[in-house]
């Protein structure tokens, strides 16, 4: 079945077969004698070649995709879910990765930018959505545009079929998918972990805001950067919660399937469950993170009012005990500026100096006794 495409990488058909994996770009016109067919497309392709791609389907499988679940696959909006038909599953998982093009124009920022505001990196994370379509014998997968997630596996598969050619045991946990479900749960877990590749860098950027609003030295003005931050975070927390109860869906429905009773169908049905476990782990494992960071802003924030609210009051007492200490200062120099015509001391010609004496034995006793009740520590 041949039809146009719109651009080289909009539609990639993989055919997996006796541990092979053979890459083309039309779509097949019947399934392999053994194995399963993977068709990944980007979502404009989908849209744009809807009817070629449901008789595809209804070749190779039997059957078609809903008109509702074409709509939630074409939906860029549609939060991480999971349904289920008596013929194929359906499972829409909004990932977590690095913007392609945010990555290459990060080095080209000017040296000249606020050290303070930093690289946004939460910016940086796109969360555009993937939608899968199990059949028994058909994968199907719509992506965004330029989809990484999608390269990047296909690579991977490419590579372990080369290098696993002839191994009985490719189809284990590092080899070649043995079905679509375990190729589904295996794309799933990549997308999972490219946020975990993030945790470094997201975490160095929220310690170093965090160590802006603890420095005494510092005159942190980046809040706006930083409520985008926290709002950035929750948004993410919020798709992990989706992520997680999509997999628990799919979980709870792996618990139905029929299972052959033979050692190669236990096996089959046992590798998606603990791939599924798996899978809800890490996705378990992003859920902590950012709540830990989410945590560790609010903590900061609070940290850092605190810190002003001390330092403040360390600055009024140092400024109440120097008050204190020129308050006999100026006492005496208000009585001695008194229009009276006689005051002890000041027709003599010592008496000022006695008085400057006096005055400044006054104020090293004040001092020393403030300094000794930390009343002028230092700041």
């Known amino acids: 079945m041949k039809i146009s495409l719109s651009a080289p990488t909009a539609l990639r058909v993989f055919t997996v077969s006796d541990l092979q994996v053979q890459a083309s770009l039309q779509l097949p016109e019947q399934l392999p004698a053994h194995g399963f067919v993977w068709l990944a497309c980007t ?11 449901q008789a595809c389907l209804q ?4 059957h078609s995709l809903l008109d509702l679940h074409v709509s939630d696959l074409l939906n860029p909006q549609l939060p991480s879910r999971f349904d289920f038909t008596s013929h194929y599953d359906m499972l829409v998982f909004r990932r977590l990765a690095a913007r392609a093009e945010e990555a290459q124009a990060e080095p080209n920022v000017k040296a000249s930018r606020d050290r303070r505001s930093g690289p946004m990196v939460l ?5 555009s959505a993937v939608g899968f379509a199990v059949f028994d014998r058909v994968l199907l997968t719509v992506h965004p545009q330029d989809c990484a997630v999608r390269e990047a596996y296909a690579a991977r598969l490419l590579a372990t079929s080369s290098g696993d050619a002839g191994d009985t045991r490719s189809t284990g946990a590092r080899g070649i998918p043995g079905n679509p479900a375990d190729m589904m749960l295996r794309i799933v877990s990549h997308m999972v972990d490219g ?3 993030l945790r470094r860098e997201l975490t160095r950027q929220l310690d170093h805001w965090q160590t802006e609003l603890l420095s005494p030295r510092t005159r942190f003005n980046n809040w706006s950067t930083l409520l985008q931050a926290r709002l950035a975070l929750h948004q993410l927390d919020e798709i992990c919660e989706d992520q997680r109860v999509a997999m628990q869906d799919w979980s709870e429905s792996l618990n139905s399937w029929p299972v052959a009773a033979t050692p190669d169908g236990l096996r089959e049905h046992d590798l ?22 989410e945590h560790s802003i609010e903590t900061a924030v609070q940290m850092h009012f605190n810190a002003q609210s001390n330092r403040t009051n360390d600055i009024m007492r140092t400024l109440t005990a120097i008050t204190a200490i020129f ?4 006492l005496i120099a208000a009585v001695f500026g008194m229009n009276f015509e006689f005051i002890p001391l000041l027709h003599q010609v010592a008496g000022f100096w006695w008085t400057i004496s006096g005055m ?17 520590a230092q700041l």
Not at 43 to 53: G, I, K, M, T, Y
Not at 123 to 127: A, C, N, V
Not at 327 to 330: A, F, G, T, Y
């Open 360 to 376: 400044l034995l006054i104020a090293c006793t004040l001092a020393v006794v403030f300094w000794r009740k930390r009343f002028l």
């Open 195 to 197: 946020y975990l590749d």
């Open 327 to 330: 308050l006999p200062l100026n």
């Open 59 to 62: 070749a190779l499988s039997g």
């Open 43 to 53: 979502s404009a392709f989908f849209d744009a070649n809807r009817p070629q791609l």
């Open 123 to 127: 910016r940086r994370i796109d969360t």
């Open 272 to 293: 998606l469950s603990v791939r599924s476990r798996d899978v809800l782990e890490h996705i378990d494992r992003v859920v902590h993170h950012v709540q830990r960071l």
